[in-house]
């Protein structure tokens, strides 16, 4: 097996080449699916995730006609794709993937103007085609990116991306303890992470996940980090979302 | 319209440099085969650290808190012959799998640059000389420098289609070596035109192709043994390379093989699985090396291994797994003395002839020993017998030792000739080991360090390589460091980075004046209250102090004070890892090994009389009948009035003239103290005894004078019961708080099979029952044990009751249950450690525990993780056994110094019989040796051997009956030990 993230100290260096405030590559298109209201295509590292976005249009529950009096409802759906993984798994709804759905549906329900579209629903559909960490972050832009393609108006973008304690928690002060940026499944799995997305240039924190254990003193940092390259990535999608626009105009 | 392709991405990265990917296959345990993929960032801002380099200065990295680390290679390294320049090291994996002992040795080789493609490759051969190479690029002084190769982008190497993973890494290692010796070049250019001293980068490999490769282009390479040669100190150094590496190419000619092949794992653990194999750890007996015993779960017995073949490489304590071989190869235990020494005594080190793995001899002896149990009726027990076939874990350490005279060729100093000779280690139940070096002759008498390298199967003996010398037999240097290398107990100056952690105070340091300061928050001032403390003569850490004073309703209030060592020592700072390793303070004869600085342990911490101490105290409400009405845990500050030697304070409590008021305070803890004891006899607690002897030493030279038996005193029991009701009451607290994560100890009940020897032993000699049902029923059947006609009888039942019991152990709540707790010794539910933090490094986290349960502080995270807790339990478990075992030893040692050249007649009793010797045990001088039948005349003296009544006759001039448990007269004397110049206790039968 080769190294582990207790190299980290040796030369500054993680497991991938990066340093601690590096993103990894990230790649983007967006109106991907020609079929769908938007549509996009994102790719943080390893993780790519397609996205695509039908409405607001009318719901499909005969009973209750999309959401309620006043405004419009988030509805989201994550697949996997069985070769997403390292191993080949069948993933049925598992408790994981509806809170994944639930922190979606519940950030985009107040970023969206909802109340433009009483009675109709916005269906965000995300498909999972290969893992490698940030896994949420990815889908938190992959579906801002086909939000805005479909032409949803929002206030601003919702961009999303994780942040590490280099070292384990218990481990002593004298360690280096950098805070690192942008996961790649390795690092998730020997690192206690935090996913944060914020609204655009502000740094107003919309979702915030955390579900390892960390001393309370390295979270601030981790969160400042995290922030930051939250700032970045609106920059590359911004970019994307240009260049696009031009090439069409 | 741009439609989306999952390709496309990747077209477009092809233009992008920077970015590769890793892609490999593994695995899992369960069989499966898994594909990775992983990117990988390549970037050109990994500096080169060297201090030669100005370029790569402005490109290092920082860290998030904007630090540079500093470069770590010299401007100007140390070269050697063919380097007149200096040096830089780059050695390929096999130099440190085979030379690692080597790149450890201080001032030897430096400025070394590790690249990450060897480190990896380190790290999938061999973990723990993984982390041995991770703490050499810790040590500044050693100057190792992790290079990540295969992150920068010039010396990335892509593995080519059919390249093998061998090839790839070995081109990465020549790749990097060439692009750093550019580098140096450049670097050493831009600084200044005119100089000429241009470090060379060597590569090291042991590789021939990765060599020849190497020169073609034009890269200066070298294997391990050609570079150490061009040193100064090469011979020392060459001796200390692994043997393992070189002897598969010498000896691939002839394929004798010695021993049977081991299974592959896979094929074990599914007969382990299936239950046709076991596993277990194997333990060899200390008096025949020729038979092991594992004890496996399958089984209530321990399974015997006999003769070379069948143990077939296994080394003690390593762990195996074993076939249980068919019933009319059971045998009963050997009752015969078997030692190595005598056996193999001229098996010659360099011959590896067709002798059989058990030589003729070897096997004599053990044919005797079937014919024996074969003669005998059903009542000689056989046992199963098992065959090792395999080996999970070997449990190699570094050996201490001497060198065999008799396998040395020639013994002349100056000879530089490279010879193969034994190395005896101390240890009777590891192999001799064979070694290869140049300075044999320097090494005889010398105690030296070694390790084994390999165990083949064409080998009788395990190969290994010398590591260091410590110094003269019998110098009390040489064999203290060698009794403490042999139990690992960590005996180094403490670091720099562990005394920065002590208060900067110094000795001055002081209870802070001010009741504002922050040192007293929360601690009660405990300062009038008239303690002392009770301890050993010359005691200088003093953990506990005691008071006790009469309450106004007729109750007492009793007090024990313990020092506050967790106020100093803040966990996971480098001091308290550095204790956490350490686990305890080991007390040699003359010499003590603290776990914590000399700072702490005898003055800051230890409850010096007369001065101002923080302690935390533990206060009880106790009734004149010795009843605990209640029990308050609270941090103070106490001024200690007297410090008494045991003696001092047992003749001031008996002086009736002494009417002040700590005196009465002290007999009044004397008073409840017997009380308290006899509670806990009454409950069961065990009286054991172990042999226990007091060495007097000359202050000065501290040469021993005297040997004496340690008298227990009503004090010694006045401090015990104190101890040990504090240490209960605040487990009781701890594990009310931290149910699952307290720290406790126990002490299991022994197994019934345990006894069966000893009451079978009692019954047949004395008519005597031992009854083992409970602690209770054995304490009182081990106090009917005596012999009206010889006191010390029952004293060495005592002895041999405590050696059929557990040991007790430390251990975390939650993985055990409650029941679980008790210890058997103590006969109390439930038992931890907390009076000693000075020198227990358990005391110390229940004090952590302890200060958290009465909400004094915060817990630390690392004692509220169970995984934590477990690995400290389980290290200060192997500590603490460790340091009562080098404790024994330096007794032992001492013991037979004092006895130099004497010649003293001494009562002593039969401990253990065989068919051609027995153990005597001399309580005068705690010693326990074993008496061979050669050793009463020559020739050996015809014996017959009665193993169901425990008597040996010895015939021909001797002519005398031993039974067990016999008294015997015998006299001690020191005997040079010819083949070894190493002196022995020697008792005779007189």
Known sequence: MPLDTSSYSLALLRLDGRRWNELRRIHAQISTQAAADGSSYLEMGNTKVLCTVTGPAEGRQTGQRGGKDNEAKVEVEIGFAGFSGVERRKRRNDKRTSEMQHTLSTAYSTLLLTHLYPHSTITIRLHILSQDGSLLASCINASTLALIDAGVPMTDYLVACTAASSSTSSESESEISDPLLDLNGLEEQELPFLTVATLGKSERVSVLLMESRVRMERVEGMLAVGIEGCKRIREILDGVVKGYGKRYA | MEYFSLKRSNAADRGQTNLSSKVYVRSTKSGKVQKIVRELYLRQDIPCSSNLCKSCIEIAPTDYSKKVAPFILSDTPAGSKNFPHGQYLVPDTNAFLTGMDLFEVENALQDVIVLQTVLEEVKNRSLPLYHRLIALTKNEGKRFYVFFNEFRQETHV?????????????????????????????????????????????????????????????????????????????????????????????????????????????????????????????????????????????????????????SNRAVSGDVVVVEVLPQDQWKAPSTKIIEEETVTKNDNAEAEDGENVVSERERRALQEEVKRIHGQSAEGKPQPTARVVGIIKRNWRQYVGHIDRDSVRSSSKSSRQQQIVFLVPMDKRIPKIRIRTRQAGELLGQRVLATIDAWERD?????????????????????????????????????????????????????????????????????????????????????????????????????????????????????????????????????????????????????????????????????????????????????????????????????????????????????????????????????????????????????????????????????????????????????????????????????????????????????????????????????????????????????????????????????????????????????THFTSPIRRYADLEAHRQLAAAIDYEQLDSSLQSRGKLEGVCKNINVRHRNAQMAGRASIEYYVGQALKGKDITEDGFVMKIFSNGMVVFVPRFGIESLIRLRDLATPEPEAEFDAENYTLKVKGEVNRNVELFEKVKVRITDEMEESTGKRKVKLTLV
């Open chain 2, 158 to 310: 892509v593995r080519d289609a059919g390249e093998t993973i061998n090839d790839r890494n070995d081109r990465a290692v020549r790749k990097a070596v060439q692009w750093y010796s550019q580098h140096i070049k450049d670097a050493v250019a831009a600084r200044s035109k005119l100089s000429k001293r241009v470090p060379s980068v060597v590569m090291i490999s042991d590789d021939r192709d990765n060599l020849r490769k190497a020169r073609l282009e034009g890269i200066a390479a070298h294997t391990l043994f050609d570079f150490v040669s061009g040193l100064s100190n090469a011979d020392e150094l060459l001796d200390m390379i692994s043997a393992a590496e070189e002897k598969r190419e010498v000896r691939s000619k002839k394929a004798e093989v010695f021993y049977s092949e081991h299974f592959t794992l896979s094929k074990m653990m599914t007969g382990v699985k299936a239950g046709t194999l076991h596993q277990g750890i194997f333990n060899v007996s200390p008096y025949n090396y020729l038979e092991g015993s594992i004890h496996v779960p399958a089984f209530d017995k321990s399974l015997l291994i006999l003769g070379r073949e069948n």
């Open chain 2, 459 to 831: 080998s009788r003996f395990p190969v290994g390589h010398f590591v260091r010398s410590l110094g003269e037999l019998e110098s009390k240097g040489a064999e203290t460091e060698a009794l403490l290398l042999e139990w690992d107990v960590q005996y180094k100056p403490f670091p720099k980075t562990v005394l920065d952690c002590l208060p900067v105070e110094g000795h001055d340091w002081k209870v802070p004046t001010s009741m504002d300061d922050p040192g007293w928050r929360g601690r009660k001032d405990l300062r009038d209250l008239l303690v002392c403390s009770i301890d050993p003569p010359g005691c200088v850490d003093i953990d506990d102090a005691l008071h006790a004073r009469k309450l106004p309703n007729g109750n007492f209030e009793v007090g024990v004070h313990i020092a506050d060592v967790s106020h100093f020592v803040k966990p996971n700072n480098a001091m308290d890892k550095e204790a956490s390793q350490r686990g305890t303070t080991v007390y040699l004869v003359d010499k003590r090994i603290d776990m914590l600085p000399m700072l702490l342990g005898t003055d800051l911490c230890s409850l010096k009389p007369y001065v101002e101490r923080y302690a935390f105290s533990v206060l009880w409400e106790i009734t004149s009948d010795a009843d605990i009405v209640s029990a308050h845990f609270t941090k103070s500050v106490i001024r200690s009035r007297e410090a008494f030697a045991y003696e001092q304070a047992q003749i001031r409590i008996d002086d009736k003239s002494q009417q002040d008021d700590l005196t009465n305070g002290m007999r009044t803890l004397m008073m409840l103290s017997k009380k308290l004891r006899q509670k806990r006899m009454d409950a069961g607690a065990l009286n054991l005894a172990s042999p226990e002897v007091k060495i007097q030493t000359e202050s000065e030279t501290s040469d021993p004078v005297d040997v004496q038996t340690k008298k227990q005193l009503d004090t010694n029991s006045l401090v015990e019961e104190f101890m040990l009701l504090a240490n209960i009451s605040v487990a009781g607290k701890n594990y009310e708080a931290f149910p699952q994560t307290a720290l406790l100890r126990r002490h299991a009940p022994p197994p019934k099979t345990n006894f069966e020897e000893l009451d079978n032993q009692l019954k047949v000699k004395k008519g005597l029952e031992l009854r083992t049902d409970s602690s209770k029923a054995l304490a009182d059947s081990l106090d009917t044990c005596v012999d009206p006609n010889e006191p010390f009888f029952n004293t060495l039942v005592r002895i041999m009751a405590t050696r059929c019991m557990m040991s007790a152990e430390y251990f975390c709540a939650g993985t055990q249950a409650y029941p679980e707790f008790r210890h058997y010794g103590l006969a109390s539910e439930i038992y």
